[in-house]
Antibody, heavy 125, light 112 residues
Framework: EVQMLQSGGGFVQPGGSRRLSCVVS????????MSWVRQAPGKGLEWVTS????????DFADSVKGRFTISRDTSKNTVYLQMNSLRAEDTAVYHC??????????????????WGQGTGVIVSS | DIVMTQSPLSLPVTPGEPASISCRSS???????????VDWYLQKPGQPPQLLIY???YRASGVSDRFSGSGSGTDYTLKISRVEAEDVGVYYC?????????FGGGTKVEIK
């Protein structure tokens, strides 16, 4: 059974940092291009970042490029989102998301079939 | 970036009646692998999104067969054959052809 448990959200001052965690079970984070998607209050969904598994890199939305990083610890089967230089506009609920296909399938980096419950980050002074 | 434009913004529906949501992309979503890289999600209040349709027309595991996806190129449609009360929420299309992955603005489905 797939489970994805998120933690790390909370209040942070502008310019501050926060690290979100997504602990998963039921699959290996090394086999999927795990992603983060956020939703600002009252707004729609916004993709933040995804691993590029086979290339061992990652892609980022322009709005977070240079400030956010994604990483994983395969020994803990956990994906992280490190958020630095936070701004008020980063205030959102952040979800980790698992794609349906593995990095070996080469079919789609989307089709997010499992999502974390979401963790809120509020950037405010 | 690929822009995804959904319509309508709001969709009041009558239980038992069909419903349809449109999504238009700013460029073709046909991948070189032959699949259309568009997904549909439903987000119910207080919950994360749930995958309904992937690759344009494939129903996700556990999703009712009342839901179907169709389309090609730049035009895609999500259809609900007979709306039920549990179908209320916000529906999003998303393109996964290239990063940045982008979502439509959402369609709020509510019962009349």
């Amino acid at each position: 059974e797939v489970q994805m448990l998120q933690s790390g959200g909370g209040f942070v001052q502008p310019g501050g940092s926060r690290r979100l965690s997504c602990v998963v079970s039921g699959f290996s984070v090394s086999e999927y291009d795990m992603s983060w998607v956020r939703q600002a209050p009252g707004k729609g969904l916004e993709w933040v970042t995804s691993f590029r598994g086979l290339e061992d890199g990652a892609d980022f939305a322009d709005s977070v490029k240079g400030r956010f990083t994604i990483s994983r610890d395969t020994s803990k089967n956990t994906v992280y989102l490190q958020m630095n230089s936070l701004r008020a506009e980063d205030t959102a609920v952040y979800h980790c998301a698992k794609p349906l296909y593995t990095i070996y399938d080469g079919v789609s980096r989307g089709a997010f079939d499992f999502w974390g419950q979401g963790t809120g980050v509020i950037v405010s002074s | 970036d690929i822009v995804m434009t959904q319509s309508p913004l709001s969709l009041p529906v009558t239980p038992g009646e069909p419903a349809s949501i449109s999504c238009r992309s700013s460029q073709s979503l046909l991948h070189s692998n032959g699949f259309n890289s568009v997904d549909w999600y439903l987000q119910k209040p207080g919950q994360p999104p749930q995958l309904l349709i992937y690759l344009g027309s494939y129903r996700a595991s556990g999703v009712s067969d009342r839901f179907s996806g169709s389309g090609s190129g730049t035009d895609y449609t999500l259809k609900i054959s007979r709306v039920e009360a549990e179908d209320v929420g916000v529906y999003y299309c998303m393109q996964a052809l290239q990063t940045p992955l982008t979502f439509g603005g959402g369609t709020k489905v509510e019962i009349k």
